[in-house]
């Protein structure tokens, strides 16, 4: 069986390759079966197509590897019956795979094997530790934003199933969080990143791909389903929910009420003129940021903060090195200009 055969058959009316056996497979879906990285995080607006993909490359690393383990989680039970595990089925009825049902409560089975012993769990996430096994292949956890980073640190606990060991993934999918969420954290932008970590003084590489997806490029949605979502929500909540970009989420009662995410947030250019770092010391918080004021030709005056660095439980001497590294690295320019164009 062909991959393209696992998912459901194109219903696109003016589609040019439409015939009873096509199949369309988005751009987005394509990346993520393509992708080598060990950790992939599918993050999209509404409707972008994130979970199918998901399901079909756990049901491959099933069907590809003997005795392979995977689970798949969302935050409550309802939620993985209603939209995560029916998916799942989905594609495992188009596979034509045989297995058989394990634990069925419900109506649904929260284990399935296969009949070259692989083996899938479906679990919520609100006690994971009593329902996770010894070791995995692969997990997938679906709309992550719902969930504490711990969910994802227990799982990576447990992706040590040594049959698998050249082929462990670690996947997630979710709308787009507040940009301040650990996901926002974990995979910053899109694309592939290797993450470097010492383990008992030797290097070892950790593989990570985010890919972004948004709800205008799913052709299977109609334009008044994205009518209604603009409708109910503002510009920045809708380029968020639609667009698939990490999030603004305000806490408390704003300083500047007036503030404006689409006309206050952009990226401008860095001049070649004085910058202040202004300082936020403290060991569980500090934060340092880049500013630039100055006049327009209009004689407006702007003001416009170019980067931040924010650590989180760091001595003041080891956040005070980054910051200056950090200065070098995006303020070189500016550092060529002059000694005295960098303030604190």
Not at 27 to 34: A, C, G, N, T
Not at 41 to 51: D, H, M, N, R
Not at 70 to 89: A, C, E, N, W, Y
Not at 202 to 227: C, G, H, Q, W
Request: aromatic share 10%.
């Amino acid at each position: 069986m062909k991959i393209e055969d696992l998912f459901p058959p194109c219903t696109i009316e003016d589609c040019k390759d439409k015939t009873p056996l096509h199949r369309h497979i988005l751009p987005l879906q394509q990346e993520f079966l393509d992708a080598t990285e060990r950790f992939v995080a599918l993050i999209g607006g509404y409707g972008s197509g994130k979970t199918l993909p998901a399901c079909i490359m756990g049901h491959l690393l099933s069907t590809s590897i003997p005795g392979n383990m995977g689970i798949i989680v969302r935050r409550s039970m309802p939620k993985l019956h209603d939209s995560t595990q029916r998916i799942f089925l989905e594609v495992l009825e188009r596979s034509g795979e045989l297995f058989t049902p394990r634990e069925s409560r419900d109506g649904w089975p929260h284990r399935i094997i296969y009949g070259n012993g692989s083996e899938v769990s479906f679990r919520e996430t609100k006690d994971l530790g009593r329902f996770l096994g010894p070791e995995y292949g692969w997990y997938l956890v679906d709309e992550a934003q719902e969930e504490p980073q711990d969910t994802f640190r227990k799982l990576n606990g447990r992706l040590r199933l040594p049959r698998a060991a050249k082929f462990l993934k670690g996947m997630i999918c979710t709308n787009p969080p507040p940009d301040k969420h650990w996901i926002a954290k974990t995979w910053p932008k899109p694309g592939h990143e290797t993450k470097v970590i010492k383990v008992k003084g030797k290097e070892v590489k950790l593989t990570y791909r985010m890919i972004r997806s948004s709800t205008y490029d799913n052709p299977f949605l109609s334009s008044e389903y994205i009518a209604g979502i603009l409708e109910g929500n503002t510009e920045a909540e809708a380029r968020r929910i639609l667009d698939g970009h990490y999030g603004f989420q305000q806490e408390g009662d704003p300083v500047y009420p007036m503030f404006n995410l689409l006309k206050h947030v952009g990226d401008p250019e860095t001049r070649i003129m004085t910058t202040y770092r202004v300082w936020d010391f403290g060991f569980r918080r500090p934060a340092c940021t880049w500013h630039q004021m100055f006049r327009c030709k209009e004689r407006t005056l702007h003001w416009v903060v170019l980067q931040e660095r924010l650590g989180e439980n760091q001595e003041a001497h080891d956040f005070a090195t980054d910051v200056i590294n950090m200065t070098k690295g995006d303020f070189a320019y500016v550092l060529k200009a002059g000694r005295n164009l960098v303030l604190d």
